[in-house]
């Protein structure tokens, strides 16, 4: 006990010494300014010498010293400055005061602008929630209706230090209260109240303020001031003087009881009942009473909180503002229930005393839209197991809760207790309620607004839920019942009738056509289409149609004994203009169901077929094919001849982008020859100029291009190219034309004949396949020689030895 007092001694100690140091250096550093504009001019008055940026920068910085403006005008007299002095630096900084605040530079509340004074107490778990383990604990059951209030973090009911300053707030020690006084005078005093309770100002007594309410302290001051100022605020005195509240103390609050973070938490003294709450982490969701709150102050019992009223209704009627010693306590819960299904908020809710179960509903939002609401099931504890219970409707007002109850909302089944429905061939299908006026199958037609045109008469069914819930299906004659020929129906809760339409009982109807039309297409049949009609439909004739050959194709349906048995269709031909005109006879032909129409493409229409000629031709481009007959020597004759240096042994003709290996020089010279092809789109010959190069591949020295030489023959070119490789098939090679023909080597016993060059040919050397593996080292040559001999001395000496035996 000595030690803390020794602590706190010297904690007071150094605050008050760091105190009268702060002190001691303002006051310096206001004569220091005082004396260095002094001495600007010899001018008797000394605020005269300052500007409006001086004297601002002068009265923060006094300001921030920490020092009263009468502390500070105590120094300045003290050190030869006259009132005279002082009144001018007043007026001067009103003046100021006044043109910045039209201009908006230099705000009047920036200079008395509202502060907390000292740190105050946070919120200890903003990094590490303690609610976590309370939080996964609700996971395994419902929530405590209210404690999420306290669970986030963007709802602190912080006080707000910028209000206007409240009317019932009680001035305490280190409150700040700040007088204006305004009119034929104006001076501005910044106040501190003293731990006494007092504040001081001008050379007047000090004035008691502590325990007053801010509109009791003006009064006070006011009253005093009037030693000064003659008449203040009183009517037509031309000076009034108002207090309000600069910077605010920080009091002390006890939190004890089920909360969740009990202890003593330093709040703003604006701070309320709410605001402490939220520091201690509100009530402990698993004991603590959301609805027996209680705050003590000066040992009473001054206000209890229900924090439901603020929950359900946003009341804040009992969020007080709270002072310096108020203890908070949380009381034990009472009564809880737990409300499951479907009410709007699944919760655990706390019940006082006189509360029934209508009440608690009300705290769960009520039933939702599905909520079965004739009974509510209870699971009430007893001393020895549970109980199961049923409560109606009726006496949801009376019935008295108990803890540990748990009420079980139902959902309404999924089915109606009068609905019957009617689909199908109907004006209006859907649902309807079994009542008054529709009682039978007639009653519901005729409500449905009756049949439609299409409604198949003969037949109807009516589907009825037996007592097991299966279907059962009750057909009947509805031509009959709605012209009163059979007895009416009577309609039970959940029938189904329906109504067929005729298109439901056959497959769709439709039409086609094919052929030489703009747009073949497939249509819904409609009665009483013709041909023509369906021409016209698929956009009219093409330009190949041959009109008067239009065949219709149509299914066998009806009698067939004048038919043969080979016959699957019916076949009617038409003959039809371009204006779309019948003979008489035709056009009384109407088109049935399924009927495929065919228009038939003129037999010598075609679309033009074209082929390409290119290069030294006379006359190269596209040419149409004539006729199906026309071959490469036809068009040969249309190009108009061959230009000067045409090479035609080079020409090639391709088909579909495919050489294919052809002799022009014999089909012109011979039409008959087996290379004169029919012509084919797309089809291209080229006739090149006279190429003078040979090209040698393959498995030569030196793969290159050489020039055509007259006289050479197929190795003199393959000395040019450097020679054959080691591993080169001489027997394989072969030589491909210009023209794309194929000559290869011949062999005749030892002899080889290779095919002739000629200019653009390509010479061809294959390789034979080779690896090093395949290779004898110089050893393995002479082992193997060896061998051979061996075998062979050996072999000879067993003839030898058999000739002479025999």
Do not use: W
């Amino acid at each position: 006990m000595n030690r803390s007092r020794i602590q706190s001694c010297l904690s007071t100690y150094r605050n008050s010494s760091f105190l009268l140091f702060q002190q001691r250096f303002a006051l310096s550093f206001l004569l220091i300014m005082l004396v260095i504009t002094a001495g600007f001019s010899q001018q008797p008055s000394r605020a005269d010498q300052l500007n409006d940026e001086q004297i601002i920068e002068f009265y923060q910085r006094a300001q921030g010293s920490g020092l009263t403006e009468m502390q500070i005008e105590q120094a300045a007299m003290s050190q030869g400055y006259t009132l005279n002095d002082i009144a001018k630096m007043r007026q001067r900084m009103a003046k100021i005061k006044q043109q910045s605040n039209r201009s908006g530079q230099f705000s009047a509340d920036t200079l008395i602008s509202r502060s907390q004074q000292g740190s105050l107490s946070q919120r200890p778990f903003s990094a590490y929630d303690s609610l976590n383990l309370l939080r996964r604990d609700t996971i395994r059951r419902p929530n405590i209706f209210g404690a999420s209030l306290f669970k986030g973090t963007s709802l602190t009911f912080e006080p707000n230090l910028r209000i206007a300053t409240p009317r019932n707030y009680v001035v305490g020690p280190d409150d700040e209260l700040v007088v204006e006084i305004y009119g034929n005078s104006t001076e501005s005093f910044r106040l501190r109240v003293s731990p006494e309770g007092s504040v001081r100002m001008l050379n007047l007594a000090p004035i008691f303020v502590s325990g007053l309410t801010i509109e009791q302290a003006e009064q006070r001051i006011v009253g005093r001031l009037r030693q000064a100022y003659q008449g203040l605020n009183r009517p037509n005195s031309g000076t009034y003087a108002s207090v309000t509240l600069g910077n605010i103390r920080s009091i002390r609050v006890t939190m004890v009881g089920e909360v969740v973070m009990p202890g003593t938490y330093t709040l703003s003294s604006l701070s309320t009942a709410f605001n402490a709450l939220y520091l201690a982490g509100g009530p402990n969701p698993e004991t603590g009473s959301f609805r027996d709150i209680q705050v003590i102050r000066n040992n009473r019992i001054i206000r209890t909180i229900d924090l439901y009223d603020y929950l359900l209704r946003a009341d804040k009627k009992d969020d007080i503002r709270l002072l310096d010693q108020d203890v908070i306590r949380v009381n034990d819960y009472g009564v809880r229930v737990e409300m499951v299904g479907q009410v709007k908020r699944p919760a655990i809710y706390e019940v006082k005393t006189g509360e029934t179960l209508k009440n608690v509903l009300s705290f769960a939002g009520g039933f939702t839209d599905r909520a079965y609401t004739f009974s509510l099931t209870l699971r009430r504890n007893t001393p020895r197991e549970l109980r199961i219970s049923t409560i109606t409707q009726e006496q949801l007002a009376t019935f008295v809760p108990q803890s540990g109850d748990k009420y079980t909302i139902g959902e309404i089944l999924n089915r109606y207790e009068n609905r019957v429905q009617v689909t199908g061939a109907v004006m209006r299908p859907g649902d309807y309620a079994l009542g008054d006026d529709i009682t039978s199958v007639r009653s519901l037609i005729k409500r449905a607004e009756g049949l439609r045109k299409d409604a198949f008469l003969n037949r109807a069914t009516l589907y009825r839920e037996r007592d097991n819930t299966d279907l059962e299906a009750i057909p009947f004659d509805v031509g009959q019942l709605m012209r009163n020929e059979t007895e009416d129906i009577p309609l039970l809760r959940q029938d189904s009738v329906h109504i067929y339409s005729v298109r439901d009982l056959r497959e769709p109807y439709f039409v086609s056509i094919e052929g030489a039309v703009n747009r073949p297409d497939t249509i819904p049949y409609v009665t009483n289409l013709t041909v023509t009609d369906l021409i016209a439909l698929s956009g009219g004739f093409q330009e190949g149609a041959t009109p008067t050959r239009i065949e219709v194709a149509r299914r066998i349906r009806e009698d067939t004994t004048k038919m043969n048995g080979s016959e699957t269709v019916q076949i009617f031909q038409f003959s039809i203009d371009r204006e779309l005109h019948l003979l008489p006879a035709d056009a009384r032909f109407l088109l049935k169901p399924f009927d495929v129409v065919y228009v038939r493409t003129s037999p010598r229409y075609e679309l033009q077929r074209n082929v390409t000629v290119s290069g030294e031709v006379q006359h190269p481009g596209n040419y149409a094919i004539e006729s199906r007959g026309e071959r490469i020597s036809d068009i040969l004759k249309r190009v108009g001849g061959l230009k000067t240096g045409a090479f035609l042994p080079g020409a090639r003709f391709s088909r579909r982008g495919t050489v294919i290996a052809t002799d022009l020089g014999a089909i012109m010279d011979n039409p008959n020859v087996s290379g004169n092809l029919l012509l084919e789109v797309g089809d291209s010959l080229f006739i090149p100029r006279l190429t003078e190069t040979v090209s040698i591949q393959g498995a030569v020295l030196n793969p290159s291009v050489v020039s055509f030489t007259t006289g050479f023959k197929f190795k003199d070119y393959i000395t040019q190219a450097g020679g054959f490789t080691d591993n080169a098939r001489q027997k394989r090679s072969y030589v491909v034309y210009a023209n794309g023909l194929k000559d290869r080597t011949k062999r005749f016993l030892f002899f080889r004949k290779y095919p002739k060059i000629e200019p653009g040919s390509r010479v061809i050397i294959p390789f034979e396949p080779f690896t090093e593996d395949r290779r004898l080292s110089p050893g393995e040559r002479i082992g193997l020689i060896s061998v051979i001999g061996t075998m062979t001395v050996t072999l000879t000496t067993v003839i030898i030895n058999l000739v002479r035996l025999f």
